[in-house]
């Protein structure tokens, strides 16, 4: 859509503000629903693409996304409100968030202002883990473990409020048990330099892939540096299916055992 078409293009009770994304399946919009008296709330929503068909993978993965989004509601989650079609599309609403993704959030700091510090840095991680810990013990209603697995744990899927609020985003590619989406055999999922070797190998994954995730963006917090810096994603895949992970010791010598450890 165009900026003059979004002017006055509404997806169900959401007015279209601002592209701020787009995917291979979905784009992703700035929005405002109004309501009586002058009442205004900003919202995020998730429009799929109309050249979707309604039997292939991509609308598998974005109902699957839509399933498990109304299962999770925890503080360090972003929260999904509505799932619904309009005009023959399906699009998910999501809270809007004040802030910037990890990822943003560790860009080259303008001069004069100070990078991120690694006691801030932890923090976020910790409770990015307290998000990934809750999904992964979600059950379902009748108390049957889902074993949800998020699969793509990065800094870009990591979200902080300018309150200081951790938020984990888009379990686009999350798996879980009784999942009706299949991945095609052989297509990889997520970004390379934050996956597990267990990912390349086409067969099941678990939760430790999420943790795996986590532990290579700690790596980075406290080398201040990414781990796989300058390499190409098949000589990381070759590096990860060697067991050749770099020590954290070899880039931070001064980092404390425990920390190590």
């Known amino acids: 859509m165009s900026t003059e078409s979004l002017e006055r293009s509404y997806v169900g009770k959401y007015q279209l503000i601002a592209e701020i994304g787009r995917g291979g399946a979905a784009t992703v919009y700035l929005a405002v629903m109004q309501g009586a008296t002058g009442f205004t709330k900003l919202f995020v929503v998730k429009l799929l693409h109309s050249d979707i068909g309604f039997d292939g993978e991509e609308m598998s993965m974005f109902m699957n996304e839509a399933r498990l989004a109304a299962r999770l509601n925890h503080p360090n989650v972003v929260q999904s409100l509505e799932f ?145 810096k300058g390499l190409a994603d098949l000589e990381i895949i070759r590096l990860l299916m060697q067991g050749s992970i770099p020590s954290i010791e070899s880039a931070a010598p001064s980092v404390p055992a425990e920390l190590a450890r």
């Open 84 to 228: 619904e079609e309009f005009e023959g599309r399906y699009y998910l609403a999501m809270e809007y968030l004040e802030g910037q993704a990890l990822s943003r959030v560790l860009s080259p700091a303008p001069e004069g202002c100070a990078p991120l510090r690694l006691d801030h840095h932890l923090q976020i991680l910790c409770d990015a883990l307290g998000g990934l810990h809750y999904a992964h013990e979600l059950c379902d209603y009748d108390g049957t473990p889902l074993n949800i697995v998020h699969r793509d744990v990065s800094p870009h899927n990591v979200f902080v409020t300018y309150e200081g609020v951790t938020k984990l985003l888009d379990f686009g590619i999350a798996k879980a048990t009784g999942s009706k989406s299949n991945t095609t055999s052989g297509a990889l999922k997520g970004k390379v330099a934050y996956m597990s070797p267990d990912q390349f190998d086409d067969g099941p994954v678990d939760r430790r892939v999420d943790v795996f995730a986590i532990g290579v963006m700690l790596w980075e917090a406290i080398a201040q540096r990414r781990m796989w």
